[in-house]
């Protein structure tokens, strides 16, 4: 199932799982290019599990079987890049 989205690219954070996921997912099939976004740490002030990088490594995994292409991007709570700086004021 393609048409709607081929050839574009959409930006999708949470991507990691749940419907971030379901998103990137049914996007890809429509025939959209994914970048994938999630944080993939823990957050001390939340109570549950969060993404991990497993996790966003099978959403990557599930568009690429649809033969469209992902940038997976895990973040960090910094504003930057996982494992990167924060931004300086």
């Given at each position: ?6 050839g ?5 954070t ?13 996007l890809?099939q429509e025939?959209a ?10 957050v001390?002030?939340v ?15 599930e ?27």
């Amino acid at each position: 199932m393609t048409g709607r989205v081929e050839g574009k690219v959409a930006f999708i954070t949470g991507a990691a799982r749940g419907l971030g996921r379901s998103h990137a997912i049914r996007l890809a099939q429509e025939g959209a290019d994914i970048i994938a976004v999630d944080l993939c740490q823990q957050v001390e002030s939340v109570p549950y599990p969060l993404a991990t990088p497993a996790d966003l490594a099978q959403t990557v995994k599930e568009v690429e079987a649809l033969d469209r292409r992902t940038r997976p991007r895990p973040r960090s709570r910094t504003c930057g890049p996982a494992g990167g700086a924060a931004r300086s004021s």
